[in-house]
């Protein structure tokens, strides 16, 4: 599995996911958003036994792992 950096389009797409969970009223683990930040800034999907982490995020798409 490729190592993905925290470079400038993670860091703007973590931004972004900070607004809205902000927004929402809804804090959410720094890790995830990290990790939601990094699939939406390279366009992937976010496979998680842990749904309602990532859930009504902008942007995120999530796979369920069970």
Request: no cysteine; hydrophobic share 55%.
């Amino acid at each position: 599995m490729p190592v993905l950096p925290y470079d400038l389009d993670v860091a703007e797409a973590h931004a972004e996911l900070l607004v809205a969970v902000r927004a929402q009223g809804r804090s959410r683990g720094a890790h995830d958003l990290i990790i939601a930040a990094t699939a939406k800034a390279t366009r992937r999907v976010v496979v998680t036994a842990d749904v309602t982490a990532f859930a009504n995020l902008p942007g995120i798409v999530v796979g369920a792992h069970r």
